[in-house]
């Protein structure tokens, strides 16, 4: 990782020499972004620092920017890089971070979001509390955040599976998860046991019958051709993965007034066209796994399966009482009052309330 970051600094520093006072002003950033095979790094993340922000500065701001599957990186490490020093900036997942701090798993439990639109509101809402545990560990400062495509059980069932199920239908069966929330709503919401497998083995655990459903977002598992070991959809989004855009804080002091601004500036289209991009992803994502159409290759011909209007309402119950208990209780005891601080913010928006 600090190969990276010297390089850029290299650049930097060979700019300085070459071009004398102008030069002083330019910087050459040090960035991970997320996965390189998916679309926040392919359409979005990588075209914003290798285009977008050198065009918008006169080339004055440039970027080293790779992905973290190009840099053999899991998500875990993304934020403890950037605290060292290693990169300037850092785009990430909420989930790969929360073992850091409860505080930051509050502002993406498993079954709490019904949709996006509210879910851009919960990330506002939560904003402060986020920045404050950003700065706190990582001594750096959330830029943006956004979202991935919704979350579904993408599932290998027999062919008469009835096309409208309730909770009971998963119970006793293997689901794989992914962090501590995961973890209670498989098992609490769903009667399911939860299996930790990494994202890469789930298509083959999926075929050979290891797992019974995976859980992840719509687009990322067409993406991952999990169409080819499952055979259908559940259409009940279980939330939305959060992302992030952090700077390290030595990074950002050392900027002029003017340099922070135009960021900013930059920034907050990237995210309103992440947000955008998103809701379309959405809708994509569900339809090339069914029958499409999709444009980003053949539909996976899913069948869509639905939950009764009962089992919705038990879902939330559980909900409440399981994951955002749960949730309540360890992070209480890690960080007192982070319980009320919810309340205050996405609890008061939704109207569940954390009790630990």
Known sequence: MMTLKQGALGLAMAAGI??????????????????GQLAHWMDRESVFWNE???????????????????????????????????????????????????VIEGADLVGVTPDLATFRQVMDVYRPVLEGEFQRLFNSHILMLYAWPQTHL???????????????????????????SADEFITNSLGAVPVAV???????????????????????AYS????????????????YTASFLAVNNDTWNALSDEDRALIEEQVALLEDQTWEATA??????????????????????LQQMTMTDAGREALRDSVETGVIGAWATRCEARS?????????????????????
């Open 18 to 35: 070459a071009g004398g006072a102008v030069a002083q002003e330019s910087h050459d950033f040090a960035v991970v972004g997320t996965w």
């Open 52 to 102: 977008t922000l050198p065009a918008a500065s006169d080339g004055r701001l440039t970027a080293t920017a790779r992905p973290l599957t190009e840099l053999g990186m899991d998500g875990t490490t993304v934020m403890r890089e950037l605290r060292s020093g290693a990169f300037d900036f850092a785009h990430g997942v909420f989930l790969y971070v929360a073992a850091d701090s409860p």
């Open 154 to 180: 993408i599932c290998n069932f027999p062919e008469d599976t009835p096309s409208e199920v309730d909770l009971s239908f998963f119970e006793g069966r293997h689901v794989r998860s992914f962090g501590a």
């Open 198 to 220: 990494a994202f890469g083995e789930v298509l083959p655990s999926l075929e050979r019958g290891a797992l019974d459903c995976g859980a992840t977002g719509v687009l990322s």
């Open 224 to 239: 991952g051709s999990w169409q080819q070991g499952t055979t259908h959809d559940l259409q009940v989004a279980l939330g």
């Open 280 to 301: 379309r992803e959405d809708a994509e994502g569900i339809a090339c796994l069914s029958d499409g159409p999709c444009p980003r290759g053949e539909p996976g011909g």
């Open 336 to 356: 007192p009052g982070c319980a009320e601080a919810w309340n205050e913010t996405i609890g008061a928006l939704l109207g569940f309330e954390a009790r630990p």
